[in-house]
């Protein structure tokens, strides 16, 4: 058994992690801690806050006690808005709080952007335009060319986590560009984790979303790599050999 820890903000998308788990059909269990949001908004500071240290470590020992190997936060605007260095900084202090292996769904955009293949990605954001544009210079500093941009101008996770499979698409199309070779959904408060086969159809290329990008961020630090189609592109590819 492999137990994957998440630190997920609130309560918005969550119900995806249960959906992922059993999709993946394997020996792996994905736990839970909930931390908290305070003002619920899509603004920077407030972001910036989200994930500050003492709130992400609250949650680490209830991952330690579940046996969790590697910990992933679960918030792309929390990560991202501390920028490259920043972003880096909060994974280290997370680490060393948690005592084990961990990442964040930012990097894991960047580490699956190059899993996949993808030369340039189109960005579909429920973000407003400000915070969108910062999740694209995030992706630029990891050498990730960034086609598109749009943003939808939702000011809260819980607007977010309204969403059903209509509104994903349409913002994944909207989107799209011919150039792109992939196209990202960034927020973990949007339900996606049902929708991949549907999204991956309809635009015919892979589509990253942030919810399916973390379990496996989560997974590439344990180097489990688990085939399974019903996540999309992203869960179907051989493993990176490592040198």
Do not use: C
């Amino acid at each position: 058994m492999t137990a994957l820890g998440f630190l997920y903000p609130g309560h918005s998308a969550e119900d995806d992690y249960p959906r992922i788990e059993q999709l993946l059909g394997s020996d792996i269990r994905l736990d839970l801690a909930h931390t908290d949001t305070g003002e619920d908004t899509h603004r920077v500071d407030a972001l910036r806050q989200l994930g500050a240290p003492e709130r992400l470590a609250a949650g680490v020992e209830q991952l330690r006690l579940s046996g969790a190997e590697a910990v992933v936060w679960a918030s792309t605007s929390g990560g991202f808005v501390h920028g490259w260095e920043g972003a880096h900084e909060q994974v280290r202090a997370l680490a060393r709080a948690a005592g084990m292996p961990a990442s964040s769904t930012s990097f894991g955009f960047v580490h699956a952007v190059k899993e996949i293949g993808a030369a340039r990605v189109a960005i579909g954001a429920t973000y407003p335009d400000d915070v969108a544009g910062l999740f694209a210079g995030f992706l630029r500093a990891g050498g990730v060319e960034v086609t598109a941009l749009r943003g939808s101008g939702l000011g809260t996770a819980a607007e977010v986590g309204t969403w059903g499979e209509a509104e994903v698409l349409a913002l994944a199309r909207e989107a799209d560009t011919p150039d792109a070779d992939a196209v990202l959904l960034p927020d973990t408060a949007l339900h996606t984790a049902a929708h991949l086969p549907a999204l991956e159809k309809d635009l015919g290329k892979p589509v990253l979303t942030a919810n399916q990008v973390t379990v496996w961020e989560a997974l590439r630090l344990t180097d489990r790599r688990v085939n399974a189609p019903g996540l999309g592109a992203l869960f179907t590819r051989e493993p990176i050999v490592q040198a």
